[in-house]
């Protein structure tokens, strides 16, 4: 695409390119202008294959990257508005779902479920509802606002989930947990960071949406130096946010 700027840029551009062009001709004066060599040129070396032996292989390992979403069951809006839905009845919703996770003896998130029922409470106890503001972007790209959703859970970790109306139905379509640094949103991708084991890194995963599956995947994740070396307090982050669906 061709850009029309300004006349007076143009002229601008021009004088700026008459400085340097003048400054080489009074340097080369009794210069004779043969050319010379820069010296030798690094050949371009492609991708090796390392073992091609091994034959790839037909299925993968370990479920990371696959689509997990859920139909949030009991929780409508008019009109399909995700700004009239009761977050907090959304993730009861999940603890009524989860009771292996929630409720069950033993379960890992039994004092979130627990810390829940203060929740629409006033006063002190409304504040230890672990159910955080929700913020809403068109994540999908469908020109819609979908609900990204923050659950404080234990051992300092944050539960991030992301759900939008498909087929007239809320539709959770992302969910993870883990320790985190921060939490973005930045276009249609939701960023987390998290603090690495290894001292001056973290980790940064973006969630994207996938219109073929129909829910957000964890497109990119990667290990990123970082200007502290200070080695990061509380418990190891889970690197496996699709397995960690929760």
């Not at 001709?25 to 050949?43: E, F, I, K, V």
């Not at 993730?91 to 779902?97: D, K, Y």
Request: one cysteine or more; charged letters at 25%; proline letters at 8%.
């Amino acid at each position: 695409m061709i850009h029309n700027r300004p006349a007076g840029s143009r002229r601008l551009a021009r004088a700026a390119l008459a400085l340097p062009v003048a400054g080489l001709l009074l340097a080369g004066c009794g210069d004779p202008g043969d050319l010379r060599g820069s010296g030798p040129t690094s050949t371009a070396v492609g991708p090796t294959r390392l073992w091609p032996e091994v034959p790839p292989a037909a299925s993968p390992a370990l479920d990371y990257g696959e689509a997990d979403t859920e139909t949030v069951q009991g929780v409508t809006a008019p009109g399909d508005d995700i700004h009239k839905v009761d977050p907090v009845a959304v993730f009861r919703a999940e603890i009524a779902r989860h009771p292996d996770l929630y409720t069950d003896d033993g379960a890992s998130y039994a004092q979130t479920a627990q810390r829940t029922k203060e929740c629409g409470k006033k006063g002190e106890s409304g504040r230890k509802c672990p159910v955080l503001r929700p913020y809403y972007r068109d994540i999908t790209g469908d020109g819609r606002d979908d609900m990204v959703l923050g659950v404080r859970m234990p051992e300092n970790q944050l539960g991030v989930r992301a759900y939008t109306f498909i087929g007239h139905r809320l539709v959770e379509v992302m969910a993870t947990t883990d320790s985190t640094l921060s939490v973005q949103i930045a276009g249609h991708d939701v960023i987390i960071r998290s603090p690495s084991t290894l001292a001056g890194y973290e980790y940064r995963t973006v969630w994207s949406w996938d219109r073929r599956q129909k829910a957000m995947l964890a497109a990119k994740d990667e290990i990123l130096r970082v200007g502290s070396s200070a080695t990061p307090s509380g418990p190891a982050p889970s690197r496996s946010p699709a397995a960690d669906s929760r």
